[in-house]
């Protein structure tokens, strides 16, 4: 079975500060991570996937993540928040594309 | 292509009334997922089709929950006598084809059960 941790359910930066989202996993077998985003009112978005190769995923809107499986982590980061950014992010593990777990969300805020 | 769509959008219902919703994925996609989404907390799993195979189910699914694919393509949800804690917002998402893995949501579908 596989579960996601995502620590902190709120984050606040102030804009053009660093984002730095926490996401854990567990999975028995090596795993595809993903992260997606939800504005206010709208379906979930992917922003970047890991499913193979290079660990360090970039992502849209300048979101990269770095998959490190001795920490089991996907980590999502931003060098520098944008008032945008202000969405909740969820990260989701899957083994196979046939079930996928997602962890319980964080939202952003982001202040002036 | 517009996207994955679900109607209804909202749906307010009483206890113990029978409710479906459906979902109409991206043409090409022959993959389809269910997911449950309560205040607070991420999708939950519930369900899987490949094409019209019916291939994971959650088994916190309850007999009450069935869905369907017919010929691949739209699928529907139907929730019978319904609880107040089916209350949620109930996700449709697909993928497959030329976009691969990712999966593309719907809008969702809000169900309250009064």
């Known amino acids: 079975a596989q579960s996601v941790t995502q620590l902190g359910s709120h984050v606040s930066v102030s804009e053009g500060a660093l984002v730095l989202l926490r996401c854990n996993y567990s999975?028995?077998?090596?795993?595809?991570l993903f992260w997606y985003v939800q504005y206010p009112n709208q379906g979930l978005q992917l922003l970047l996937k890991?499913?193979?190769?290079?660990?360090l995923v970039k992502g849209i809107n300048g979101f990269e993540a770095e998959f490190k499986k001795s920490e089991t982590s996907f980590h999502l980061t931003k060098p520098s928040a944008h008032m945008s950014d202000a969405a909740e992010y969820f990260c989701?593990?899957?083994?196979?594309?046939?079930?996928?777990?997602f962890g319980s969300g964080t939202k952003l805020n982001v202040k002036p | 292509d517009t996207g994955v769509s679900q109607n209804p959008r909202h749906k307010i219902t009483k206890r113990g009334q029978n409710v479906t919703f459906r979902c109409d994925p991206i043409?090409?996609?022959?993959?389809l997922y269910w997911y449950r989404q309560t205040l607070g907390q991420g999708p939950e799993f519930l369900t899987y089709?490949?094409?019209?195979?019916?291939?994971?189910k959650s088994r916190l699914l309850s007999d009450r929950f069935s869905a369907e694919r017919p010929k691949g393509s739209f699928s529907t949800l139907e929730i019978q006598r319904t609880e107040q804690g089916d209350s949620a917002m109930y996700l449709c998402?697909?993928?497959?084809?030329?976009?691969?893995?990712?999966?593309?949501f719907g809008p969702g579908t809000r169900l309250l059960v009064l």
């Open positions: 999975s028995s077998v090596p795993p595809y």
């Open positions: 989701a593990v899957t083994a196979d594309f046939n079930k996928f777990y």
């Open positions: 890991y499913t193979t190769g290079a660990t």
């Open positions: 089709f490949q094409n019209e195979a019916q291939l994971e």
């Open positions: 998402a697909s993928s497959g084809g030329g976009t691969g893995e990712t999966q593309y």
């Open positions: 043409s090409e996609h022959n993959r």
